[in-house]
């Protein structure tokens, strides 16, 4: 058995299950899982809190990704298993095993393996924000975006793939902004 990939995996898995926007909310006596969408992420922090809470919770979110990389890296284990920050996000320990949609610590492991393609993808989010006005759809089409900046930017195959799976992951997590967009009930970011 190869201990510093387990080590890796572990020790990624648990960085990634830090409740940091449900910690953030709590400071307000909050329980962001009561509250907007239910969603345990920054974005919804941002809405129900306020925005000073919702950038608190936003680093500490993309920093779990950026740890959980530096790990996978440390421990010399396959940089795939850094992934297991956004399933720690996504279904965290901490919070019997619910949590956001990973969308934040996503951006984190891209912003340690190619700050480039990280620069690209926030890009292709705020486009399609101003175009769509949904957050919901820019980071979708965002991560989905993303193996195709690192293809851009040289990145290895075993993070094109990573990065091309946890797209997919990202717009099964959001199937409840999906319904809600075709119900025509989302929430849009600013008026036309």
């Avoid at 809470?53 to 950026?66: E, F, Q, R």
């Avoid at 492991?109 to 957050?135: E, H, I, K, N, Q």
Wanted: glycine residues 14%; contains cysteine.
């Amino acid at each position: 058995m190869d201990w510093q990939a387990l080590g890796a995996a572990v020790s990624c898995y648990l960085i990634g299950s830090l409740p940091f926007s449900y910690v953030v909310a709590r400071l307000k006596n909050i329980d962001i899982r009561q509250h907007g969408s239910g969603n345990v992420g920054a974005t919804n922090v941002t809405r129900v809190v306020g925005v000073g809470y919702g950038a608190l919770a936003l680093v500490g979110d993309v920093g779990k990704g950026v740890v959980a990389a530096w790990v996978a890296s440390l421990l010399n284990a396959p940089l795939w298993l850094s992934g297991l920050a956004v399933v720690g996000h996504n279904w965290s320990i901490f919070l019997k095993f619910t949590g956001g949609k990973g969308v934040a610590t996503t951006l984190g492991l891209l912003l340690f393996f190619s700050w480039p393609a990280l620069l690209m993808t926030v890009g292709v989010w705020a486009v399609t924000v101003l175009l769509t006005r949904y957050v919901a759809v820019g980071s979708m089409i965002a991560l989905l975006s993303a193996p195709g900046a690192l293809y851009i930017f040289a990145g290895p195959p075993e993070l094109i793939g990573l990065f091309g799976a946890l797209g997919v992951l990202a717009v099964w997590q959001h199937r409840s902004n999906i319904e809600r967009i075709l119900q025509g009930r989302e929430g849009r970011v600013f008026k036309r």
